[in-house]
């Protein structure tokens, strides 16, 4: 069986503290362990967060200089591929294709983690709201992401149901299929443009909080009826342990679902992996 991990974070990462042991090279070790073909380094890039002066310049030179040593310390055992993981892409379109043409990048994911001015959906406390208020907040959301789905110059789009890891963690009922409509719209617009679906494993991590599969089978159900072929694999890891977490359990499921293959971008082209 073909394994990969198509998103991890390391050090580079303004959410990964410096003292945690987390450098390219250390995840490339935890991906041998896991027994990984692929790995994908995709660091967070958060304009927004940058011109706030939020986080520092992103190290974009120092990161790639990691992984082009990697990929050489580790040929032949482990691919490893240069990634990042570019945060609201769309808030700055005119930015996106001179920084991703700037360096050999293998995959650019897209993502929606905020929109700007509003809390962070990891902060918001869903328990005081009322179901109204949790349904526009999970609309907007989406409204959100149909913009990432339509932005150009990246090849894979993360987590498509990202507030409901913190709604489910608050333990508040959800059921996708309220939303089936608008998803598959969505979907059908990443056929359309060949841009990828990664199956994001990190909810499958917190114990009987996470994302129920039926749920995420649901949607990669909608993604396969309407033409979707491109899937990647996500641990989404921030600590060494979550590489490749999950990824056995996941092929598992995409196959249930009729999926046959699972997708690894090299120089940002999908390659496709049997997982029968
Ligand atoms: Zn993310
Ligand atoms: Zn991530």
Not at 68 to 81: N, P
Not at 141 to 146: F, I, W
Request: negative net charge; aromatic residues 14%.
């Amino acid at each position: 069986m073909y394994y990969s991990d198509s998103h991890t974070h390391t050090n580079y990462s303004a959410d990964v503290p410096n003292d945690r042991p987390l450098s390219v090279d250390d995840v490339c070790q935890s991906a041998i362990r896991a027994g990984l073909s692929y790995l994908a380094i995709t660091d967070h890039y958060e304009p927004e967060e940058e011109k706030r002066g939020i986080v520092r310049h992103f190290p974009f030179a120092s990161m790639a200089a990691d992984v082009f040593a990697a990929r050489e310390k580790y040929a032949g055992q482990l691919k490893v591929a240069l990634g990042i993981e570019y945060g609201q892409p769309y808030l700055y379109p005119d930015e996106i294709q001179p920084l991703v043409t700037a360096y050999p990048f293998d995959v650019v994911l897209g993502s929606v983690h905020y929109i700007p001015g509003k809390p962070g959906y990891i902060q918001r406390n869903y328990r005081e709201m009322t179901q109204a208020d949790r349904d526009a907040v999970f609309n907007e959301y989406l409204d959100t992401y149909d913009q990432l789905v339509h932005t150009d110059g990246i090849d894979v789009v993360t987590h498509p149901t990202y507030p409901l890891r913190y709604l489910l963690r608050q333990n508040i009922p959800f059921d996708m299929r309220d939303w089936e409509e608008r998803m598959r719209g969505m979907f059908r617009v990443l056929v359309e443009r060949g841009i990828g679906l990664e199956f994001n494993a990190a909810p499958m991590r917190v114990p009987n909080q996470g994302i129920p599969d039926h749920t995420v089978e649901t949607l990669f159900r909608w993604y396969r009826d309407v033409g979707g072929e491109i899937v990647t694999f996500a641990s989404d890891a921030h600590f060494q342990a979550h590489v490749g977490a999950y990824c056995d359990r996941t092929m598992r499921i995409l196959r249930e679902l009729g999926f046959r293959y699972i997708a690894v971008y090299e120089n940002r082209k999908p390659q496709f992996h049997s997982i029968a």
